[in-house]
């Protein structure tokens, strides 16, 4: 069945870069995003990486997509406590149907 | 201003009683979403809807209905038979069903 995991909490001093991991199953996946949710918030996209894809930038974000150990990442430059937030990836398969990690919480520390 | 919009942010509900938690958009989009979210989890799919007059069971859809008469509307009813029902309630929309989906701000709902 489709699994897609993340560790639970990553903490990083502002100025550090942040690296946010994930692990997914399914090989069928067509596109994986990642998404950020602020506290009592709604999901906000922050950007997607296509499957055939091995790396996306978009200013301080990069993702790193290694599809034979069905691995993701996403790395934030020059961290702000602004990004404290939970980060969700999740996949899509044929249905669009999207399937979630449990998030992580990004901790920075002034 | 386009975008997705739930009503209400908060929500208490006695035991027993039905709820109906509101989900528009104004982006045209054909597809919408339901996820309930849980303390420390991801998103499970309630229901969804690749266009009007049609909707599909998700993963955890007992105790819930939906409908979807107009396209920016699409209505999610907590009834009583949702035996654990306090959770964080995301709608999401999406161009066509194969699109990228964008989430609105969520309704929180408690079960006193």
């Known amino acids: 069945g489709e699994d897609v995991e993340q560790s639970l909490f990553l903490s990083v001093r502002e100025g550090d870069s942040s690296v946010i991991n994930c692990t997914y199953t399914?090989?069928?996946?067509?596109?994986l995003y990642w998404y950020k949710q602020e506290p009592g918030a709604g999901l906000q996209l922050l950007t997607y990486?296509?499957?055939?894809?091995d790396m996306k930038q978009d200013q301080r974000l990069t993702v790193l997509l290694n599809k034979k150990d069905k691995h993701l990442s996403l790395r934030i430059a020059d961290t702000q406590t602004g990004d404290s937030a939970i980060y969700f990836c999740?996949?899509?398969?044929?249905?669009?149907?999207?399937?979630f990690g449990g998030g992580t919480r990004l901790m920075v520390k002034p | 201003d386009g975008g997705i919009t739930q009503s209400p942010k908060y929500l208490f509900r006695k035991e027993g009683q039905n709820v109906t938690l509101s989900c528009e958009q104004n982006?045209?989009?054909?597809?919408m979403y339901w996820y309930r979210q849980d303390p420390g989890q991801g998103l499970r799919l309630i229901y969804y809807?690749?266009?009007?007059?049609?909707?599909q069971k998700g993963d955890i859809a007992e105790g819930y209905s939906v409908s979807r008469e107009k396209k920016e509307s699409f209505p999610l009813t907590v009834t009583s038979a949702q035996k654990n029902p306090t959770a964080f309630y995301l709608c999401?929309?999406?161009?066509?069903?194969?699109?990228?989906?964008?989430f609105g701000p969520g309704t929180r709902l408690t079960v006193l």
């Open positions: 999401a929309s999406s161009g066509v069903y194969t699109d990228t989906q964008y």
């Open positions: 399914d090989s069928s996946s067509t596109y």
């Open positions: 990486i296509f499957s055939n894809m």
């Open positions: 999740a996949e899509n398969n044929a249905g669009n149907m999207l399937t």
């Open positions: 982006l045209n989009h054909d597809a």
């Open positions: 809807s690749q266009i009007v007059n049609d909707f």
